[in-house]
């Protein structure tokens, strides 16, 4: 497919988005696919369609189409652009699906599909180490966070009795009240902060930039790190509301967001200056989220929306800057703005956005910020002083974005540098113009879009009206003041901005330290047991295997389970005790023999044994079976052991007796429960059940035949799966030891 018409995929999905708006705009519609669901596990194919849900797809399929249009042309000379392609495209649709999603067990397959996804993504250069520790980073943070996550899932879906949203969303109260409510809790919201960049979990959202700006522009600012917002948002009616909510959520929202402005202010490359604001801004979200009130979710969702147009925006015109001068290091750039006349009015709008003043859709967010934090209560001093403390930060980020970049001397290393083709300066230039336009126009998608959104996570808000100007008021002289204040920390950032960097590195908020620390830990601890566990002696792993068996079941009997043995001595006939020891003998002398063959010998005659033993109990089709397999493996052990050097006895007598106690305890308690378990009355229903389904359900009279390959099939199929996979390894060990030979 030609690189043009690759952005008619997000496109079409956009079109389709936008044409199910009046579908959710009165509430939550409901589809269930035939797809083979299982209702024992209440998983269901089922997805959701409301204000929340629209307003996600219209962000990743809208913005999605922008960045196909930009990486198009950005990522031209690329090698690899139709596996970049397929990547992206993944991840697309594990985000819709993510966010359509009305079963949670669904939803959380496509939330560990972005995690994997994103990894391929963010490691596409692989040649690159920092492009590969990145994007590991990535994967470790965000899929530690998805197994938290997953258990905090089942947790909820036992408290609720069901894994459908629809169900859960109803039963908040009994949820709260419940014992479990707590870890509940706390396990999804460690899945929603690793996966939103939070306090601690935030340090791999700026190593991620490793990855082409295309791949920053669409998931590290408008779609994967907000499915934690997402994820937040839509099960805030039925987990939010109580103290340990709000305790949580708040403080790892403020703190996040004043950390990500702190450092924001400090970074020197335009990407990493990026990153930091958009966890700024993600920590703001979720501060919104916490407070929990009306006033607040209107907010959350009025700038997650502003957010998501002007980042993805600058995030372009970072990689239009690198793209043309070949580096994002601002303080090598400068007096670009005659040069790159449409990228600099692009990446000022998209910094007065970012700094939250002018006529644009963020300055009205970060008033509805404002205004919710003044009726938080007891939380309203501190968080005030954190929101008012991170707008000045991210002001002077802002002024880094636009005014460094753009204005001043240029240097003459920068002579050459231009605007890009229309493909590449067209999507930011559109995304701020959208930011300014809504912000002055903004009744129709607050009433068709925002509204919904902000309905479908505080059910009964009031409606959601968007302003502008409210006048001269105390919210407008501090936003004023706070980018005055901004402005003068950037033109005095050499005097600070080392000192306010070296703070940074000391405090615990560098967690990227700790995760390097615990990778190190993780890496001798594996190191460590593969060389036990691991050690290339076959011996070794039975012995393991052996000893644990028994210690498990030891520990069972220990935990007070009881063992009941009958053992029925009527008609016990003369043949089968003379079957019994021919088993017993051939085993002795299997284990005895002083030669390989000898020991073959002894185990196809316990094997051959075995099979009369089916015979006498009228089994034939068994002893066929067992008949075949005990040729074959004689065989085989014939051919593999006769090139083996000379039987040699290389244990030592102490090592040999180890093994006798180990083997004859093991071989004692295999016969105990082999024997308990013949003490169990056998349930008849199941004889009756195969016979009566044989025909029917299997088509096949003989019922052992049927029950294999029927009502066993995956069974079945997965020991053909393992011999297929041995048989393959032998294959290839054989190959390579061919190939080696002169």
């Given at each position: 497919m030609s690189r043009r018409l690759v952005p008619l995929v997000p496109m079409g999905l956009f079109v389709a988005a936008l044409l199910c708006i009046p579908f959710a705009v009165h509430g939550a519609r409901v589809m269930e696919l035939p797809l083979g669901a299982s209702d024992e596990l209440g998983?269901?194919?089922?997805?959701?369609?409301?204000?929340?849900?629209?307003?996600?797809?219209?962000?990743?399929?809208?913005?999605?189409?922008?960045?196909?249009?930009?990486?198009?042309?950005?990522?031209?000379?690329?090698?690899?652009?139709?596996?970049?392609?397929?990547?992206?495209?993944?991840?697309?649709?594990s985000m819709l699906g993510l966010t359509l999603s009305e079963n949670l067990i669904l939803l959380f397959v496509f939330w560990e599909l972005t995690s994997i996804s994103s990894y391929l993504?963010?490691?596409?250069?692989?040649?690159?180490?920092?492009?590969?520790?990145?994007?590991?980073?990535?994967?470790?943070?965000?899929?530690?966070?998805?197994?938290?996550?997953?258990?905090?899932?089942?947790?909820?879906?036992?408290?609720?009795?069901?894994?459908?949203?629809?169900?859960?969303?109803?039963?908040?109260?009994?949820?709260?009240?419940?014992?479990?409510?707590?870890?509940?809790?706390?396990?999804?919201?460690?899945?929603?902060?690793?996966?939103?960049?939070?306090?601690?979990?935030h340090f791999w959202l700026p190593s991620a930039m490793a990855a082409p700006t295309p791949v920053s522009a669409y998931l590290h600012s408008a779609t994967m790190v907000k499915a934690g917002i997402y994820l937040l948002a839509r099960l805030s009616p039925a987990v939010a509301g109580s103290e340990e909510w709000t305790t949580i959520v708040t403080t790892a929202g403020a703190a996040t967001m004043v950390a990500g402005a702190l450092f924001a202010a400090?970074?020197?490359?335009?990407?990493?200056?990026?990153?930091?604001?958009?966890?700024?801004a993600l920590g703001s979200m979720v501060m919104l989220l916490g407070l929990g009130t009306a006033a607040a979710v209107q907010a959350m969702i009025v700038y997650l929306f502003a957010h998501a147009l002007y980042k993805a925006g600058l995030f372009m015109v970072a990689g239009i800057v690198d793209h043309e001068t070949g580096t994002r290091d601002v303080t090598l750039l400068g007096g670009l703005r005659r040069a790159m006349p449409l990228t600099a009015g692009a990446a000022i709008v998209g910094a007065i956005s970012l700094a939250s003043f002018g006529p644009v859709l963020s300055f009205a967010a970060k008033e509805m910020v404002a205004?919710?934090?003044?009726?938080?209560?007891?939380?309203?001093?501190?968080?005030?002083?954190?929101?008012?403390?991170?707008?000045?930060?991210?002001?002077?980020?802002?002024?880094?974005?636009?005014?460094?970049?753009?204005?001043?001397?240029?240097?003459?290393?920068?002579?050459?540098?231009?605007?890009?083709?229309?493909?590449?300066?067209?999507?930011?230039?559109?995304?701020?113009?959208?930011?300014?336009?809504?912000?002055?126009?903004?009744?129709?998608?607050?009433?068709?879009?925002?509204?919904?959104?902000?309905?479908?996570?505080?059910?009964?808000?009031?409606?959601?009206?968007?302003?502008?100007?409210?006048?001269?008021?105390?919210?407008?002289?501090?936003?004023?003041?706070?980018?005055?204040?901004?402005?003068?920390?950037?033109?005095?950032?050499?005097?600070?901005?080392?000192?306010?960097?070296?703070?940074?590195?000391?405090?615990?908020?560098?967690?990227?330290?700790?995760?390097?620390?615990?990778?190190?830990?993780?890496m001798a601890v594996a190191t460590w047991q593969t060389r036990v566990l691991q050690n290339g002696y076959l011996r070794v792993y039975v012995m393991v295997i052996l000893l644990t068996l028994i210690t498990l079941l030891l520990f069972a009997k220990i935990?007070?389970?009881?063992?009941?043995?009958?053992?029925?001595?009527?008609?016990?006939?003369i043949y089968e005790a003379a079957v019994a020891v021919l088993i017993v003998a051939a085993a002795i002398v299997a284990v005895s023999s002083k030669t390989r063959l000898g020991s073959i010998a002894a185990l196809g005659a316990a094997g051959y044994s075995v099979a009369l033993t089916y015979i006498i109990f009228s089994a034939p089709d068994l002893a066929m079976t067992q008949f075949v397999v005990e040729t074959l493996t004689v065989i085989l052990y014939v051919l593999v052991l006769y090139r083996l050097p000379k039987y040699t006895l290389l244990t030592r007598r102490r090592e040999r007796v180890r093994d006798v106690i180990i083997c004859t305890i093991f071989g004692g308690v295999m016969a105990t429960l082999v024997m308990a378990v013949q003490s169990v009355p056998a349930d008849p229903t199941l004889a009756s059940f195969f016979e009566a389904n044989s025909v029917s359900g299997g088509h096949g009279r003989n019922i052992v035949n049927v029950m294999l390959v029927d009502f066993r099939a995956f069974d079945t199929m997965g020991e053909i799966a393992v011999l297929g996979i041995a048989a393959i390894g032998v294959y290839a060990l054989l190959h390579l030891r061919a190939a080696d030979r002169p």
């Amino acid at each position: 497919m030609s690189r043009r018409l690759v952005p008619l995929v997000p496109m079409g999905l956009f079109v389709a988005a936008l044409l199910c708006i009046p579908f959710a705009v009165h509430g939550a519609r409901v589809m269930e696919l035939p797809l083979g669901a299982s209702d024992e596990l209440g998983i269901r194919f089922s997805f959701r369609l409301d204000g929340l849900s629209i307003l996600f797809a219209l962000l990743i399929t809208g913005i999605g189409t922008l960045v196909y249009i930009y990486g198009a042309t950005y990522l031209a000379a690329r090698k690899d652009l139709p596996r970049f392609w397929v990547y992206l495209t993944l991840f697309m649709l594990s985000m819709l699906g993510l966010t359509l999603s009305e079963n949670l067990i669904l939803l959380f397959v496509f939330w560990e599909l972005t995690s994997i996804s994103s990894y391929l993504l963010i490691g596409i250069d692989h040649e690159r180490q920092e492009a590969r520790d990145a994007a590991l980073q990535a994967l470790l943070v965000t899929g530690g966070g998805g197994l938290a996550l997953l258990a905090g899932f089942v947790l909820l879906g036992s408290i609720a009795g069901s894994f459908e949203l629809s169900t859960i969303l109803a039963r908040g109260d009994a949820i709260r009240a419940h014992a479990h409510y707590v870890p509940a809790l706390l396990l999804i919201l460690t899945g929603a902060f690793t996966k939103s960049a939070q306090v601690p979990f935030h340090f791999w959202l700026p190593s991620a930039m490793a990855a082409p700006t295309p791949v920053s522009a669409y998931l590290h600012s408008a779609t994967m790190v907000k499915a934690g917002i997402y994820l937040l948002a839509r099960l805030s009616p039925a987990v939010a509301g109580s103290e340990e909510w709000t305790t949580i959520v708040t403080t790892a929202g403020a703190a996040t967001m004043v950390a990500g402005a702190l450092f924001a202010a400090t970074a020197v490359d335009l990407k990493q200056i990026l990153a930091y604001t958009t966890m700024s801004a993600l920590g703001s979200m979720v501060m919104l989220l916490g407070l929990g009130t009306a006033a607040a979710v209107q907010a959350m969702i009025v700038y997650l929306f502003a957010h998501a147009l002007y980042k993805a925006g600058l995030f372009m015109v970072a990689g239009i800057v690198d793209h043309e001068t070949g580096t994002r290091d601002v303080t090598l750039l400068g007096g670009l703005r005659r040069a790159m006349p449409l990228t600099a009015g692009a990446a000022i709008v998209g910094a007065i956005s970012l700094a939250s003043f002018g006529p644009v859709l963020s300055f009205a967010a970060k008033e509805m910020v404002a205004a919710a934090v003044g009726g938080a209560g007891a939380w309203r001093l501190p968080l005030e002083i954190a929101v008012y403390g991170s707008a000045v930060l991210l002001a002077a980020a802002a002024a880094l974005v636009a005014i460094k970049p753009f204005f001043g001397e240029r240097p003459e290393t920068l002579a050459r540098a231009h605007d890009p083709a229309a493909a590449m300066w067209a999507p930011p230039l559109l995304l701020a113009a959208a930011g300014v336009l809504i912000a002055l126009l903004p009744g129709r998608i607050a009433d068709a879009l925002l509204a919904p959104a902000a309905a479908a996570v505080h059910p009964g808000v009031s409606p959601l009206t968007i302003v502008l100007w409210h006048g001269v008021n105390l919210p407008l002289v501090l936003a004023a003041a706070a980018t005055a204040a901004g402005l003068v920390l950037y033109r005095s950032r050499r005097r600070w901005s080392g000192l306010a960097a070296a703070a940074g590195r000391v405090t615990v908020l560098q967690a990227s330290a700790w995760y390097r620390g615990a990778l190190r830990a993780m890496m001798a601890v594996a190191t460590w047991q593969t060389r036990v566990l691991q050690n290339g002696y076959l011996r070794v792993y039975v012995m393991v295997i052996l000893l644990t068996l028994i210690t498990l079941l030891l520990f069972a009997k220990i935990r007070g389970g009881s063992v009941t043995i009958a053992i029925h001595r009527d008609n016990f006939a003369i043949y089968e005790a003379a079957v019994a020891v021919l088993i017993v003998a051939a085993a002795i002398v299997a284990v005895s023999s002083k030669t390989r063959l000898g020991s073959i010998a002894a185990l196809g005659a316990a094997g051959y044994s075995v099979a009369l033993t089916y015979i006498i109990f009228s089994a034939p089709d068994l002893a066929m079976t067992q008949f075949v397999v005990e040729t074959l493996t004689v065989i085989l052990y014939v051919l593999v052991l006769y090139r083996l050097p000379k039987y040699t006895l290389l244990t030592r007598r102490r090592e040999r007796v180890r093994d006798v106690i180990i083997c004859t305890i093991f071989g004692g308690v295999m016969a105990t429960l082999v024997m308990a378990v013949q003490s169990v009355p056998a349930d008849p229903t199941l004889a009756s059940f195969f016979e009566a389904n044989s025909v029917s359900g299997g088509h096949g009279r003989n019922i052992v035949n049927v029950m294999l390959v029927d009502f066993r099939a995956f069974d079945t199929m997965g020991e053909i799966a393992v011999l297929g996979i041995a048989a393959i390894g032998v294959y290839a060990l054989l190959h390579l030891r061919a190939a080696d030979r002169p």
